[in-house]
């Protein structure tokens, strides 16, 4: 009798359970598709000065979101959708992201402004935190195939300090690049596959 009983309490709580995620999974869902409009659908931005996400290191993405949700980083708009969102679905979000594949950049490459990003990347040794392939790896973004005004804008904000939330390793490594480099290095990122 008593197992007849412990099976019955089994079965609702499994019911529970599983409600209880596809909650989740319907509130995660309508976190990604607020996420879409500027990012895109499968996280690679197809907007001006918007990055894209897919396949960027998940810690990189959860810290991320959790500094807009905080209010400290990201646009306004980005910083309301995220207001109140627990840290299981910011987890949730940045696993999400993180497995999408990234799709090269589009645009020609310019041999020589890419050989001089190239140099200007080699020399500063960006591939250190970035990896040499630049694909990014726990809280270092992704750079390789990122927007290349993005990037070159966001290298901006840095040396500026402008960058709200941003890391002062990453304005120190910055601080002896010219400004004028920048377009080169963004032009050679945001190429590489």
Request: contains cysteine; proline residues 6%.
């Amino acid at each position: 009798m008593l197992l007849a009983v412990g099976g019955r309490w089994a079965l609702l709580a499994a019911l529970f359970i599983s409600t209880a995620d596809a909650q989740v999974d319907d509130r995660l869902g309508a976190q990604l598709r607020a996420c879409a409009p500027c990012h895109s659908a499968d996280g690679n931005s197809v907007t001006a000065g918007v990055p894209s996400l897919a396949a960027q290191p998940k810690i990189f993405v959860e810290n991320y979101l959790v500094l807009a949700r905080e209010g400290l980083r990201g646009p306004e708009v980005m910083q309301g959708l995220l207001k109140g969102v627990p840290d299981g679905e910011i987890v949730a979000m940045a696993k999400h992201f993180s497995t999408l594949p990234a799709k090269p950049g589009s645009g020609s490459v310019d041999k020589k402004l890419f050989r001089k990003g190239k140099e200007i990347a080699s020399k500063n040794r960006c591939g250190s935190c970035h990896l040499p392939d630049f694909r990014g790896r726990e809280q270092m973004p992704r750079l390789a195939g990122q927007r290349e005004e993005f990037l070159a804008e966001v290298m901006l904000q840095y040396r500026q300090n402008r960058r709200p939330g941003g890391d002062t390793l990453m304005a120190a490594a910055l601080y002896g690049i010219p400004e004028a480099d920048f377009k080169a290095l963004a032009h050679y990122f945001s190429r590489l596959k």
